[in-house]
């Protein structure tokens, strides 16, 4: 089964620094895809970034980027410039094949990194 | 809507109480997933529709929970007999596409939180 892991429970940045989130996962597949969501108080999920495994290229999105090392299996998250509504929950997830097989996916989450936004 | 609408926001249940919570997509969302969120934990998978077909419901806890999304647009999540390890988050998730596709625009409702007490 596919695990993903958040190795920091919370992490800190000063405002207009850059900080690095934690994600390692799990698989025997070749073809996947991973994401970082984010997650405010008002508890809706907001897509972040995703990357497509068979792409090396890092994606990137504005101040986020992120460090894809499929062969440590590896996913890391860095925000730039960081800014005070940058501030949550952030989740590293990863799209796994549902028991009903097919084209049916679900996506795994990991434990979530709280991160917090210093002015 | 605009985005996927989630009802009651807050629900507190006395054990042994049955809830229903609903989730309303984006219009035309064919994909419609539930998630359960303890308390400091990710979401965890409970079920996937594409349309009025429930593809899956492998992550569903126990056969107190029940799903349906019986016109392939608004679903209810029906718990019976609620207990206090039922006590979470529940988040709706829709998306345009089915199958592979349905994680390439996945839109999350703001959830609703249920105490069981």
């Known amino acids: 089964a596919q695990t993903v892991t958040q190795s920091q429970p919370e992490m800190s940045v000063q405002e207009a620094e850059t900080v690095t989130l934690s994600c390692t996962y799990d698989?025997?597949?070749?073809?996947?895809?991973l994401f970082w969501y984010k997650q405010p108080p008002s508890r809706q999920m907001i897509l972040v970034i995703r990357?497509?495994?068979?792409?090396?290229q890092n994606a990137t999105e504005n101040r986020f980027s992120v460090n894809f090392q499929k062969a440590a299996k590896s996913f890391s998250l860095k925000i730039s410039d960081s800014q005070l509504g940058d501030a949550a929950m952030y989740f590293c997830?990863?799209?796994?094949?549902?028991?009903?097989?097919?084209?049916?996916?679900?996506?795994?989450f990991g434990k979530g990194t709280l991160l917090t936004v210093n002015p | 809507g605009a985005g996927v609408s989630q009802s009651p926001r807050y629900k507190v249940a006395k054990r042994g109480q049955d809830v229903a919570l609903r989730c309303d997509p984006i219009?035309?969302?064919?994909?419609l997933f539930w998630y359960q969120q303890a308390l400091g934990q990710g979401p965890e998978f409970l079920t996937y529709?594409?349309?009025?077909?429930?593809?899956?419901k492998s992550g569903l806890p126990s056969d107190r929970f029940f799903a349906e999304r019986p016109e392939g647009s608004v679903s209810t999540l029906k718990i019976q007999r609620t207990q206090q390890e039922d006590s979470a988050v529940y988040l709706c998730?829709?998306?345009?596409?089915?199958?592979?596709?349905?994680?390439?625009?996945?839109?999350f409702g703001s959830g609703t939180r249920l105490t069981v007490v």
């Open positions: 998730a829709s998306s345009l596409g089915g199958g592979f596709r349905a994680h390439y625009g996945y839109t």
């Open positions: 698989t025997s597949e070749s073809d996947y895809y």
């Open positions: 990357q497509e495994a068979y792409k090396q």
């Open positions: 997830a990863y799209r796994s094949r549902l028991p009903s097989g097919g084209s049916n996916y679900k996506l795994t």
């Open positions: 219009s035309g969302h064919v994909s």
């Open positions: 529709f594409q349309n009025e077909a429930q593809l899956d």
